[in-house]
Each structure stands twice: as C-alpha cells, then as structure tokens.
C-alpha cells in the first residue's frame, strides 16, 4: 500500500506517528526510538492503516511536513477521525517538525539541525589546588 513502518511493534510503541515520506520514518525514528513510525507516502492517510488504530491504544501522532500539504493532511485526518467516533480522537495530536534557530519542513530537517547544532557541555568544577602545607621547622 505505499507504507512501511520503522520502530518498536506498535502495541509496545509508546506512540504511533506518522508520517510522509521513507526519510522522514527513519528521522523521526531516530529522534523517537520508542515510537512504531509509519511512513505514509504522502500526506493522506491511507485507509488501510486506520485498523491499527482501534487495535491500539498508543497516542497517534500525526507529523506531517511543516507546509501546505501537512495542514491540509492534518485537518482532513482530523475529519476522518471525528466521523469515526470512539475515543481516536482523545489519543491524536499534531506534531510539526520545528528545531530551535532553523528553518525545518521536514524530519530530516530536524534530525539535521539537531545533529549540527553544538551540544553545550558542562565545564568540570575546576580543579582547587591547595596552597602547599608549611610543615613545622624544628
């Protein structure tokens, strides 16, 4: 169908995200080793995931690109979830690819952003020397 899936089985995943493209699913995976992440090839959700769905009880991210075709994948899931009724729509959020100081459409541009940004380090308390110890001259 288009789709394939990175991660932890989704019933031992922590969430079920998806996303659109194959670059995307290893990204976020990386970035989320504890999420079952389902590339969807584009941003419609297929049909033939929507069983996984009611077979779970994860949260389900949907993490779209950061453009048009996201929001426009977002609000149709959206629909599609609040005509089925039952409790999916109390377990679905959005999560929009963003990294602090860079641009990011995409996972991979967050994984990028992550990897090139310097991870501030913790200076070791300096070293305290103290003074020599004046022994007693007879």
Not at 45 to 61: D, G, K, S, Y
Not at 86 to 91: F, I, Y
Not at 93 to 103: H, I, M
């Amino acid at each position: 169908d288009g789709f394939f899936a990175i991660g932890p089985t989704a019933i031992l995943a922590n969430e079920i995200a998806l996303v659109e493209s194959p670059i995307d699913a290893l990204s976020y995976a990386a970035l989320n080793p504890k999420a079952h992440v389902v590339s969807i090839a584009g941003a419609s959700v297929p049909e033939a995931i929507l069983p996984l769905f009611q077979r779970t009880t994860q949260p389900i991210t949907l993490a779209l690109d950061a453009d048009q075709a996201g929001n426009q994948g977002w609000l149709r899931f959206l629909e599609r979830i609040r005509s089925l009724g039952s409790g999916l729509l109390q377990r679905l959020r959005r999560l929009v690819p963003t990294y602090p100081g860079w641009p990011c459409k995409d996972w991979n541009d967050v994984l990028k952003a992550k990897t090139l940004t310097p991870t501030p380090t913790i200076s070791p308390t300096p070293n305290v020397v103290e003074p020599p110890r004046r022994g007693i001259r007879r």
